[in-house]
C-alpha cells in the first residue's frame, strides 16, 4: 500500500477574487486527496520572496511579486497517495493555453501569471511551502 504525502496548493488571488476556491477545493476532493489544513492570508512581499526564492533572477520576479502580494490567497495542505503529482494533474500546465481541458488552468486560467493555483512541484518542495505557509 503506498504511503501518503502531502502537497502544498494554493489558490492565487485571481482564484480567489474570481470565487474560484470551492472549484479548486472540489476538483482535489473528487480526484481522492484529503484536505488537511487551510488558511486565507495576504501575502507579505518578505514571505513572496522566500516563497518564489527560485525566481529571484528572473526577469518576471517582479510582476509575479507583485501579483501575489495584491489580495488574499487560500493556502492549503493536501495528503494522499501520490498527492504531489495527484494535484499538479489535476491543476494542468502552468499557461492556461497549453493546459487539457477537465484542468484546473485549462478550464479557469486567464493568463500565465493568473492561472488561478499554484502546487509543490515535488517533495523537497512541499515540505518547504508546507513549512513556509503552516509552521
Known amino acids: 500500500m503506498e504511503m ?5 496548493v494554493m489558490v492565487k488571488p485571481d482564484g480567489v477574487s474570481r470565487g474560484l476556491i470551492g472549484e479548486v477545493i472540489s476538483r482535489l476532493e473528487r480526484k481522492g486527496l484529503r484536505l488537511e489544513r487551510i488558511r486565507m492570508l495576504t501575502i507579505t512581499e518578505e514571505m513572496a520572496r ?22 488574499p490567497v487560500v493556502a492549503m495542505d493536501w495528503s494522499g497517495p501520490g498527492a504531489i503529482a495527484t494535484a499538479r ?19 479557469l486560467g486567464q493568463e500565465v501569471t493568473q492561472n488561478i493555483v499554484h502546487g509543490s512541484d ?13 509552521d
Do not use: N, Q
Request: proline content about 7%.
Open 4 to 8: 501518503d504525502e502531502h502537497t502544498f
Open 50 to 71: 522566500h516563497h518564489y526564492a527560485e525566481h529571484l533572477e528572473r526577469p518576471f520576479f517582479p510582476e509575479l511579486l507583485d501579483f501575489i502580494c495584491s489580495g
Open 89 to 107: 494533474e489535476v491543476m494542468g500546465a502552468t499557461d492556461p493555453r497549453k493546459a487539457e481541458r477537465g484542468t484546473i488552468r485549462g478550464d
Open 122 to 134: 515535488g517533495p523537497e518542495s512541499a515540505k518547504r511551502e508546507l513549512a513556509l505557509f503552516f
